[in-house]
């Protein structure tokens, strides 16, 4: 069924059986009875509540009958009383798997996501599967018929989606209802016996060859008469009509064998038997359970800039930077705005401390004007619960979360639990701090790299006092109106500790979401999101051939991501590669595209659109480096590169197609060419708030040098395209227009377009 809403919560597999059996062994005359039995039967229905396995399993095994009455006996649906025991369907493997049944994958509200089944029966009868969706209430929100994508390993799929998208913030009234909708959704997957196709397929032989017709006949119009009376198929009256209107065919003997079978094949038997078909032996999964969490959780635009250089300058008259503060970032507000973005992420604006602060460059000594890094934190003036008189107030802290709102932008707050040695945990909680033998501090290092300035937390003394404390702090900034933490290196610390910390936190802000900042093994990766990390940072800076890009779009946007939200990220502070370094703008704005659109989630390190792309000598990171110093910019030149203009029309894309964004629907092309990577991401119309499908081809030339051809071939039927039409598309970013077939001529210049981006225009 297309995206169906239910309004009955009682599709029971007892309702099925009792009434498919008795609708076989009924005769004719009693079908007035019947269908007053029919109607008697809805209406108990629409009383009771849902159902729950346990009473469909026992209602189904009082529905077994044995049927002594001339011809085919229907599949019963026989119970299922213990967990492993199969139906009379078989339904294995649905997929994405529960790990262990604790950890279940996440999806944003709306977003689209694919499950997958094993479903077959004994011998060669056919089978269908359906998938039903229900809400953390129990109640059902879609149910969608699935299609066997490889009938020789039985493989049922299906795309879905939990709920509707929405653009509500959480700051605003509507955020409640929004709230509501959360939590742990379920997907059931039924198997049944699809015994119209298989009648059909015998059906067709027996009146072709003329064999057995009388029989073939008698049994289709049987069929069409059960059909028509199974409560299960949820038929209006003119569709029950149809189907009793050509069983009355299927047996007039004055027609010929082709007229009668052709009243069970007609268009609109076709087409009921694609949305309403009679399900036979229907047999359910366990339910898989899918944490549906809040709008922004997988689709997200973020836009990084330091508050003190933003508005900063340089004094005429002394020649020294006057840093910019929490009032002048406005202006960073306003460029995040224009630009498209919503989420406007801030490092640490917490006072630094000036205990071995570090100075330009990470250099060991600060000049007397240096500023230091902002993850040395804590002194005099307070820790992470305080905010950098330099930079201003809460007071204006708040006002400045007050403005991002006003813009429809989420505020995230970098959060490094780390201290500076000035900060004033080292004197009240001496015991969260690792010390030497000699009594004094050891100061955080990874060998060879060492951070004179801060202190590690040493989880091993007191955690729970740890945990507390940071619970406190975080509650602190949520009030303020932080809706997202940026956690800094959270893979250095305990799992158990963010666990605690992150339920303790959500449980009464459960708006709240956490992006982890780990680049480090899969397996610590995987239990960061087990435990509550809704997006993560993730190795695309690094991946940049063709080979390398699609293996990790295909596991960025795989089964990976019912778990791992990778967002992409082509700089940050700490990630300059040589590939932006070497490429110059058509380098910035390649991986501008491929992570605008390989990703929901992406970001974005301002700076990035005036091309600021120097390396400190023997480093993968920015020379200059803004964490040890305040920049100032000149904006205005941002227009003679084109970044800027290209953020602005990705984000517009993005916006425009939203619905063909999600983890689990990106698809690499083939091409001819080694330099080019194309790929598509489709939603069926089923599940788009227009009705249409939601298609857009990205192709891109990774030479940024160079000028590159390459045919792009497509699968034109998956992405719902008619072959015997082919597909009109548009360029989003130059809106040329072409026509796509199966297979197509590109050619991308860096000097000109380096990349497509083409909705197909259904």
């Not at 798997?97 to 499950?115: Q, S």
């Not at 047996?251 to 399900?279: F, M, W, Y």
């Not at 107030?393 to 007050?402: C, I, V, Y």
């Not at 093994?521 to 690094?542: I, K």
Request: net charge negative.
């Amino acid at each position: 069924m297309s995206q169906q809403t239910a309004n009955e919560n009682a599709n029971t597999a007892a309702a099925v059986t009792d009434e498919t059996a008795a609708a076989s062994a009924t005769p004719a005359a009693e079908k007035t009875k019947s269908a007053k039995a029919e109607k008697t039967a809805k209406t108990t229905r629409a009383r009771k509540p849902r159902a729950t396995r346990t009473t469909r399993a026992k209602a189904a095994k009082t529905a077994v009958k044995t049927v002594t009455e001339p011809g085919e006996v229907p599949a019963p649906s026989l119970p299922i009383e213990e967990p492993g025991q199969f139906g009379r369907i078989n339904v294995m493997d649905v997929t994405p798997n529960e790990e262990r049944g604790i950890y279940p994958a996440r999806v944003e509200l709306g977003e689209p996501f694919k499950v997958t089944a094993q479903v077959f029966i004994e011998g060669r009868t056919k089978v269908g599967a359906t998938a039903v969706v229900r809400n953390a209430r129990g109640k059902e929100m879609l149910r969608r018929q699935m299609t066997c994508i490889n009938p020789g390993l039985d493989r049922w799929s299906v795309e879905l989606t939990c709920g509707e998208r929405t653009d509500v913030k959480p700051w605003e009234p509507d955020f409640a209802a929004v709230k509501r909708q959360l939590g742990l959704w379920t997907v059931t997957v039924e198997g049944w016996e699809d015994t119209y196709t298989s009648w059909l397929h015998d059906a067709k032989i027996k009146v072709e060859v003329n064999d057995d017709v009388e029989n073939a006949l008698a049994s289709g119009a049987q069929l069409l008469d059960r059909w028509a009376g199974t409560a299960d198929a949820h038929l209006p009256q003119h569709q029950r009509k149809m189907l009793r209107d050509a069983a009355k065919v299927m047996e007039d003997k004055t027609l010929t064998p082709k007229e009668r079978l052709a009243a069970a094949t007609s268009d609109e038997v076709k087409e009921l038997h694609l949305t309403n078909p009679l399900r036979d032996g229907l047999s359910e999964s366990a339910p898989q359970t899918f944490k549906v969490e809040r709008p922004k959780s997988s689709f997200a635009a973020w836009y990084q800039f330091f508050p003190r250089s933003e508005g900063a300058y340089i004094d005429q008259e002394t020649h020294k930077i006057v840093q910019g503060t929490l009032k002048t970032s406005v202006s960073g507000l306003e460029r995040a705005k224009a630009e498209g973005f919503d989420i406007v992420y801030l490092p640490p604006i917490f006072p630094i401390g000036t205990t071995n602060r570090k100075g330009k460059n990470n250099a060991l000594v600060a000049g007397p004007d240096d500023p230091g890094s902002v993850f040395g934190i804590g002194s005099a003036e307070g820790g992470h619960d305080t905010i950098d008189p330099k930079l201003g107030t809460m007071d204006d802290f708040k006002a400045l979360t007050a403005k991002a709102h006003e813009l429809g932008l989420e505020v995230a707050l970098d959060f490094a639990l780390q201290c500076s040695p000035d900060h004033p945990w080292v004197k009240e909680h001496p015991n969260w701090f690792r010390t030497k033998p000699d009594g004094s501090i050891a100061f955080a290092e990874n060998p060879p790299k060492k951070y004179q300035d801060i202190y590690p937390i040493d989880f091993n003394a007191d955690m729970p006092g740890i945990e507390k404390e940071v619970e406190r702090i975080l509650t602190l900034w949520i009030e303020a109106g932080v809706t997202v933490f940026r956690i800094d290196n959270p893979h250095t610390k305990p799992v158990r500790f963010w666990q605690d910390v992150i339920a303790a936190v959500t449980k009464r802000h459960p708006e709240v979401i956490f992006l982890a900042e780990a680049f480090t093994r899969p397996g610590m990766m995987r239990a960061l999101s087990y435990v509550g990390f809704t997006q993560s940072h993730c190795y695309f800076p690094w991946r940049n051939t063709k080979e390398e890009l699609s293996e990790y779009l295909a596991e960025t946007n795989g089964d990976d991501g019912y778990y791992q939200h990778n967002t992409f990220w082509p700089t940050t502070p700490d990630i300059l590669t040589a590939y932006v370094r070497d490429n110059g703008i058509a380098g910035h704005a390649v991986r501008a595209v491929l992570a605008a659109m390989g990703s929901p989630s992406w970001g974005i390190y301002n700076g990035f659109e005036l091309i600021e792309n120097k390396q400190r000598p023997g480093f993968e990171e920015q020379i200059d480096n803004e964490k040890y110093e305040i920049k100032v910019r000149d904006w205005s030149l941002a227009k003679k590169f084109g970044i800027a203009k290209l953020l602005t029309s990705l984000n517009k894309i993005r916006r425009e197609h939203v619905d063909a964004f999600g983890y689990h629907n990106l698809t690499v092309l083939e091409s001819s060419d080694p330099n080019v990577l194309a790929f598509a991401r489709h939603t069926p119309a089923e599940l788009t708030a227009s009705g249409k499908p939601e298609t857009l081809i990205v192709v891109v030339n990774l030479d940024c040098h160079n000028a590159h051809q390459s045919t792009i071939h497509l699968d034109l039927p998956s992405l719902g395209i008619d072959p015997d039409k082919g597909a009109h598309v548009r360029d989003e970013l130059t809106d040329r227009e072409f026509d796509w077939s199966w297979d197509n001529f590109v050619s991308l210049a860096p000097w000109a377009d380096v990349a497509h981006v083409l909705h197909v225009e259904y």
